[in-house]
């Protein structure tokens, strides 16, 4: 099952069989019940006997996941943080290129400037004609470091085919995508494997 499910839901008073999300911060239901639940909002998250329970603005909801109830508790009781999402371990060299609200990292030490063989590259870009920098930022990337470059969503001046074509000009290829926010996307970029010195 993973992260998608086709289960019966309970929502309050309401019964059905739906298609539920388990997405990275919220729980979507589509089908004959709707639903966008933010973990945040569910309390009492609970597994039992394959069943995920929790209350939500103040109704019961109950999903009959099977195997899955226990994982699905967990991963809404104690959701990933960015820098999880984002791949980050103690010790790496992070260069943070462009404007970038750099809360996500907590306290990990990073340079606004440039630094040779960095583990991770934070691309801030706002527009497609800013993503003629990849070139730039990859010859600062350790070999098998990545580059994330962080744009907002749903904006017609930077798309993630600007951001695929760009790397793949640049000599990299792009290998995940992220929920860096409610407003921005962050899309990994590496270099081939077979490119690495």
């Not at 009492?44 to 109830?69: E, I, K, M, P, Y």
């Amino acid at each position: 099952m993973g992260n998608e499910a086709h289960c019966r839901v309970e929502l309050g008073d309401e019964s059905a069989d739906a298609k539920a999300l388990l997405e990275t911060d919220e729980l979507i239901v589509r089908g004959a019940l709707r639903a966008k639940i933010p973990f945040r909002d569910a309390q009492d998250v609970a597994a039992s006997d394959g069943v995920l329970s929790f209350r939500w603005s103040g109704r019961t909801v109950r999903l009959h996941l099977g195997s899955d109830a226990e994982k699905w508790a967990g991963k809404i009781r104690n959701p990933k943080s960015v820098a999880d999402k984002l791949g980050l371990k103690p010790g790496q060299l992070i260069s943070v290129a462009g404007a970038l609200d750099t809360a996500f990292l907590g306290e990990r030490e990073f340079s606004r400037r440039l630094q040779p063989d960095s583990d991770i590259i934070f691309f801030a870009a706002n527009a497609r004609q800013e993503l003629a920098r990849l070139s730039e930022l990859r010859k600062s990337l350790a070999p098998n470091g990545a580059i994330w470059v962080i744009r907002p969503k749903g904006n017609s001046a930077i798309s993630e085919a600007d951001v695929m074509a760009a790397g793949k000009a640049a000599g990299l290829v792009d290998v995940k995508v992220v929920r860096f926010s409610e407003t921005h996307t962050a899309e990994k970029l590496v270099i081939p494997v077979a490119a690495r010195a």
